[in-house]
């Protein structure tokens, strides 16, 4: 029982963070309406956008934010605190952006699917961001989280999308 209960505290410490950055500029951008693009509209030379209008820096700012402040919720719990959410809300935004940025790469358009680069830039980001400034993941948590992630992913999209907050399902 402990271990398991051990290993549930483990996960929530690392996901919540890291879920929370991610799903806040979803309603960030639904509350503020127009949103200022984190590359500025800048295009490479390939012709594409280097993150396109899907990434803004009020979406990176709040997810940051909100990241930090659920370590800060959890630090009286003794699961987290404001330092190591900070680390991996970062992490989730930075990787969110690079997922972005490969997707214009590929030539994929805002929306367009790519599986698993949408459900995992944003936590293998997090989560290596993490374990260079603590090193201290297990390898049974980095594999939990990166099984579950996606399904959990895809499942609050679909559910922010029956409630208008996205476009698209995915």
């Known amino acids: 029982m402990g271990l398991t209960m051990e290993l549930a505290e483990s996960l929530a410490a690392i996901a919540l963070p890291c879920y929370i950055a991610n799903a806040t500029p979803v309603l960030v951008a639904k509350l503020l309406g127009r949103t200022h693009p984190l ?12 993150l396109g209008d899907g990434k803004s820096v009020e979406g990176f700012v709040s997810g940051v934010l909100a990241g930090t402040l659920m370590g800060w919720l959890l630090s009286p719990l003794g699961l987290s605190d404001v330092s190591r959410a900070f680390t991996l809300s970062m992490g ?19 929306g367009d699917p790519a599986p698993l680069l949408d459900q995992l830039s944003f936590l293998v980001v997090a989560l290596a961001s993490y374990q260079l400034t603590y090193g201290d993941l297990s390898p049974l948590t980095v594999t939990l989280l990166l099984l579950l992630t996606p399904p959990i992913h895809l499942a609050t999209n679909y559910l922010a999308f029956r409630l208008g907050l996205k476009d698209r399902p995915w």
Do not use: T
Not at 42 to 50: I, Q
């Open 39 to 50: 590359d500025f509209g800048l295009k490479l030379p390939d012709g594409h956008r280097l």
């Open 92 to 110: 989730s935004m930075v990787g969110d952006a690079l997922g972005s940025f490969l997707k214009r790469r590929l030539g994929l358009r805002r």
